[in-house]
């Protein structure tokens, strides 16, 4: 029986036919059908999936945004984004990153007056904004350039990164200004490497920026990465450092004595406290005279920049920093790789462990760098005697002995400070109301918590001024995201009212036209029929023979529709290559998918007909006679 079901199905699809093509042009249907249910479904996929990376981000390897800040509308006052808290939410499994924002001057400024343009009602402080997290997170921009080369080679790869924003540079940084400002302030390889006209600025290898310091400004040397969007939330920001840039910033404002400087990149390098020339009395006098000359030429940019005084005695030259004393807690330095950048830029070679000998040889003194002292992201370690004794004591230190040194542990977030800001992270769109009803603490009772949580918990009991103790969040939605999110589910649920009646529509429509094409096809085949249930076959076997042929008609064609389908979606992708190209701050780089497919679409679109076909077939079966086995002068009429 199943031979002569298939001999039968495969002869619709030959040259001749004799069967006739009822089973070609059902297959032909059905695959019209199913294509247009599997693009109706992946279309309505996209469009919402696109809706999500248009209204809240979506970023790759992490998921979809959501952006929360700490509670300060709450009852008890303001709650804290401690980094015991991120910690807890991680180990919940919850993708999270901290960040915090950098405002107007607080520890950049550009090297001059009117480098950054401030437009119309804008201020330094409003437009020069960046944001410190970790470079290895959701936070590093996708769409970025890789480093312009330099002549400067390690020396630049030793220094801090920073990620400037492009747009917000083309729009802000006056090129012309900037030039002006650090001419015969920085080495002129490094302000021959400053392009002259805007158009050239992703060619910038570095930037110098006045950064902060204990002891004052500084112009420090940045090593640039260019990124096309550093969006979070409703901004645009300038730039993106390091979080334990921020760490070591902080650590050197509270605890004086660490002595570490920054400047110099994350390697903390040992700091200079004076530069040496070649001994002269083994020279020429000539060669005395040339060997002074490129000293000069070396250190006075430096001395101009950092101070201190450039000294020729009969013996040697040397430069050392103003108040050089090795009583003071922290005597004046500058980091190794910063001065060897002037250093190269004049021709000499900087040498440690012997003396300078050479014309174009100078000895570097350095201090060591301070023992033990290292930055992460969520904190720095350091030996217990440099740290302030608030510090200490602070509830996120702690202490430990390493070889009979008291070494501390300090949390990135002490003395009663957090991060101004957290993204938590949804895999996936279905999950994004799941994960706000966790940040707002939605399902959690009062017996759940603690009225003495501790800044772990994300939610804690807190008393109204009701007296009443209700269940709270430490964190809140951004106002921003809340409403994009209300945007997002007014859409979702548009589609939602859309896709009923279409769906039903459709569905009456698959049926309508099996109803006529099957009911056709058993027609024509009624005499057949009759002739083999009078041969010995029975109606449940003729039955089962047109069931198999339905399901061999809607396997084929679905194979040809998902063909068909992948076309389709290829035409489409390479279509919106422009499109991905003009919004590419919302698709981050990535082709536009508007027709997105899945394993459950294609089942359920092939299940649908199958169900159906089988189903009508009976129904035409028995409507004809055939599957309630009917005489046979019946079937013959």
């Not at 509670?71 to 919850?94: H, R, W």
Request: proline letters at 5%; glycine letters at 8%.
């Amino acid at each position: 029986m199943a031979a002569l079901g298939w001999k039968e199905f495969i002869r619709a699809f030959s040259r001749r036919s004799p069967g006739g093509r009822d089973f070609f042009w059902l297959a032909t249907l059905l695959c019209l059908l199913q294509i247009l249910m599997l693009v109706l479904l992946s279309a309505r996929q996209g469009v919402l999936e696109r809706s999500v990376d248009a209204f809240l981000g979506n970023q790759p390897g992490y998921g979809i945004p959501v952006w929360t800040r700490p509670n300060t509308v709450g009852f008890g006052g303001a709650t804290l984004i401690s980094e015991a808290l991120v910690e807890k939410i991680e180990a919940d499994g919850i993708a999270a990153e901290p960040f915090r924002r950098i405002f107007g001057r607080d520890h950049f400024a550009m090297p001059g007056a009117g480098v950054w343009r401030s437009l119309a009602g804008e201020s330094d402080e409003d437009t020069f904004v960046g944001i410190a997290a970790d470079f290895d997170g959701p936070l590093f921009p996708v769409i970025r350039l890789p480093p312009a080369p330099t002549a400067f080679g390690v020396l630049a790869d030793e220094l801090w990164t920073i990620v400037l924003d492009i747009d917000q540079f083309e729009r802000h940084f006056d090129l012309a200004a900037y030039r002006d400002s650090v001419e015969g302030r920085i080495p002129d390889t490094s302000f021959n490497e400053i392009p002259e006209e805007t158009a050239g600025l992703t060619r910038m290898p570095m930037i110098w920026l006045s950064m902060s310091t204990p002891k004052g400004s500084r112009l420090t040397p940045f090593r640039v990465v260019w990124a096309r969007y550093l969006g979070v939330g409703s901004r645009n920001y300038a730039y993106l450092i390091e979080r334990r840039w921020y760490v070591g910033i902080s650590a050197q404002h509270e605890n004086p004595a660490l002595c570490s400087d920054l400047t110099g990149g994350p390697g903390l390098l040992p700091g200079v406290n004076a530069v040496q020339g070649p001994r002269l009395l083994t020279m020429q006098p000539a060669d005395q005279d040339d060997a002074r000359a490129k000293f000069d030429a070396a250190l006075t940019p430096i001395k101009a920049e950092f101070g201190g005084e450039i000294i020729h005695s009969t013996t040697r030259s040397f430069w050392q920093p103003e108040s050089r004393s090795r009583q003071s807690a922290c005597p004046p330095l500058i980091p190794a790789n910063t001065l060897a950048l002037y250093l190269s830029d004049a021709g000499l070679t900087p040498i440690n462990g012997r003396v300078a000998q050479a014309a174009d040889e100078v000895e570097l003194a350095s201090l060591p760098a301070t023992l033990g002292l290292e930055l992460r992201g969520n904190g720095f370690s350091a030996p217990c005697d440099l740290l302030d004794d608030v510090v200490k004591s602070d509830s996120g230190t702690a202490l430990r002995e390493v070889d009979g040194v008291c070494m501390a542990d300090v949390s990135a977030t002490p003395g009663g400070r957090g991060y101004n800001e957290m993204l938590l992270f949804a895999a996936e769109r279905t999950e994004i109301d799941a994960l706000r009803d966790v940040i707002n603490c939605a399902d959690v009772s009062l017996g759940d918590v603690d009225s003495n949580a501790s800044t772990e918990a994300l939610c804690y009991a807190v008393q109204t001024p009701q007296d009443e103790t209700v269940v709270q969040s430490r964190l809140r939605l951004s106002e921003t995201y809340q409403d994009s999110l209300q945007r997002l589910a007014f859409l979702t649920n548009l589609f939602a009212v859309v896709t009923k009646p279409i769906g039903w529509t459709l569905f009456a429509l698959l049926l309508a036209i099996l109803w006529v094409q099957i009911g056709t096809l058993i027609g024509h085949r009624r005499n057949d029929y009759a002739l083999l249930l009078a041969s010995g076959f029975s109606p449940r076997q003729l039955t089962a023979m047109v069931s198999m042929q339905l399901v061999l008609a809607a396997l084929f064609s679905m194979v040809v529709a998902l063909l068909l389908f992948i076309g389709l979606r290829e035409f489409l992708l390479n279509q919106s290559t422009a499109l991905s190209t003009d919004f590419e701050k919302i698709v981050l780089g990535r082709r536009i998918d508007l027709l997105p497919l899945s394993i459950w679409d294609v089942a359920q679109t092939l299940g649908l007909v199958l169900w159906a076909s089988s189903t009508l077939a009976w129904w035409q079966m028995l409507r004809t006679g055939v599957a309630d086995g009917r005489s046979l002068e019946e079937l013959m009429k």
